[in-house]
């Protein structure tokens, strides 16, 4: 009797095909299937030729080379093709087996599809997957949440393919369930939108304001990426920076300033919008991305609109230290906003969260890991019930001592009229985070005033409302109160 596979996998276009390679690699067989069948044959001709890898060409024949209980892990684009295959799949399938979604599947899929295949008798699981082509081959981040009783036959795949620390730790656990693991997988993506934005920022001010060559650009990225920024994405500005085109120039000028997206930063802002959480950061990054996809628009008001041309005046260095203080500042931020949005979510939800385990999870194999992400693993090591991440004591000082140097760098950029959306978003989060008193009296008393929304006064206890006749003529009937 031949071998049973220990998984199956569907879809084998590049995170496929990485991840089948990978998971062959740590000593398991894996059965593979794609909808376009000639790709299974090419794969078994090509990259996994003469490896345990079991070529099927039907839905029916993928199902029956696996081990019990069957593990089947879709890697389809999100959406239909997800739901399609899971019909197909339950029609096959056997009480205990296990769906695996591994694709960026919005978590409201996630909850709603993990309900349904519980309903027949069977397991699944959402999962997170991050790092790319590269992370898929030598080892992702995986973030898996769905039915628990599905983990312990999953777990020592996941576990042995996931990146590790430097102690060994895999970069893998179980978040939670339901959607769970598909909801940190898109605060991971919304935080990666952030952090882009903002080194793109970074980038602008040298590039316009400063003046800096791409080769003195990519110095700093270099230097920068031995200390505290040291991470994937700085480390890869670096290496664009320095790459030339075939004529000797920088690549990365000859490329339209235009962003795509593919919805999960989208996603993450309208969550935090659903939730009431200020995700003022991230949501200015997917915005940053719109107004550069509306690169015909720009093109036409650079022509019509006049504004500041950039001249810097002062120390190159000493704004350049600034800058990276700010960057350091408003990825604190960003991070502390992220955090927020999983809390208020685990409320919602009832998920229970492991804050520094996620950190550890984002330590390798993901598109923001990052030296920083061990300093969240300790903040919440050492008090796991905390609210926020700017009042621990490590990025309190950090923010502390940065926010000099961050005010000049968006005052600066202010004053020259270049955009900083992100630095400026994550400052004024800061500032109003820190402020005992904000002007939202008079905003509700603006409410009350149109339309008898009614507030509470500082003089009197929470929860108790009032109303006001403004005008002499309004009555004393007010609206009721709520928060949506």
């Known amino acids: 009797m031949n071998q049973k596979a220990d998984i199956g996998l569907i879809g084998l276009a590049v995170m496929g095909e990485n991840l089948v390679l990978n998971m062959e690699s740590k000593g398991f067989t894996v059965a593979v299937f794609n909808r376009t069948v000639e790709r299974v044959d090419h794969f078994l001709a090509g990259r996994a030729k003469g490896k345990k890898i079991i070529g099927t060409h039907s839905l029916e024949e993928l199902v029956a080379s696996l081990s019990k209980p069957r593990k089947v892990m879709l890697m389809v684009k999100a959406g239909n093709p997800v739901d399609e295959f899971i019909e197909k799949l339950i029609l096959l399938l056997e009480p205990g087996d296990i769906i695996i979604d591994g694709g960026n599947s919005h978590y409201g899929d996630t909850n709603r599809r993990t309900r349904y295949v519980e309903s027949k008798g069977l397991l699944y699981i959402g999962t997170g997957v991050s790092g790319g082509e590269e992370g898929a081959l030598k080892g992702p981040s995986i973030m898996p949440g769905g039915s628990p009783a599905a983990w312990p036959h999953v777990k020592p795949i996941f576990q042995a393919i996931a990146a590790k620390v430097a102690d060994g730790t895999p970069c893998c656990d179980w978040v939670g369930e339901n959607g769970a693991g598909h909801f940190v997988k898109m605060v991971h993506n919304g935080i990666e939108y952030g952090d882009m934005q903002l080194i793109c920022e970074a980038y602008h001010l040298m590039r316009d304001l400063l003046g800096m060559t791409y080769d003195e650009m990519h110095e700093v990225f270099k230097k920068w990426n031995t200390g505290e920024l040291e991470s994937y994405l700085i480390e890869i500005t670096r290496d664009i920076l320095a790459f030339r085109d075939e004529d000797g120039t920088p690549i990365v000028e000859k490329i339209l300033d235009a962003a795509g997206q593919k919805g999960t930063g989208k996603w993450t802002g309208i969550t935090a919008l659903d939730l009431g959480v200020p995700l003022t950061l991230i949501a200015e990054s997917v915005f940053a991305r719109i107004i550069s996809s509306r690169k015909e628009e720009r093109m036409e008001a650079a022509r019509l609109i006049k504004g500041p041309v950039p001249r ?76 926020n991440l700017l009042l621990d004591p490590f990025f309190k000082t950090k923010l502390e001592a940065a926010q000099e140097g961050w005010r000049v760098v968006v005052s600066e950029a202010v004053k ?69």
């Not at 009296?441 to 409302?465: C, S, T, V």
């Not at 109303?467 to 002499?472: E, V």
């Open 312 to 387: 810097f005046s002062g120390s190159r260095e000493a704004f350049i230290d600034m800058l990276e203080k700010a960057l350091f500042a408003s990825k604190i931020v960003s991070y502390a906003q992220g955090y927020l949005l999983m809390r208020e979510a685990a409320r919602e939800f009832g998920w229970k969260l492991n804050y520094g385990g996620i950190a550890l999870m984002w330590r390798g194999g993901c598109i923001i890991r990052s030296a920083f992400l061990g300093k969240i693993k300790e903040a919440f090591d050492a008090n796991p019930d905390l609210q």
């Open 416 to 484: 020259n009229g270049i955009p900083v959306p992100a630095f400026s978003s994550a400052l004024s989060y800061f500032d109003a985070f820190r402020s005992e008193k904000l002007p939202a009296n008079l905003l509700q008393a603006q409410r009350d005033y149109f339309g008898a929304h009614m507030y509470e006064r500082i003089d009197k206890p929470r929860g108790e409302f009032f109303h006001t006749n403004w005008t002499g003529q309004g009555g004393e009937t007010a609206s009721s109160t709520y928060t949506v």
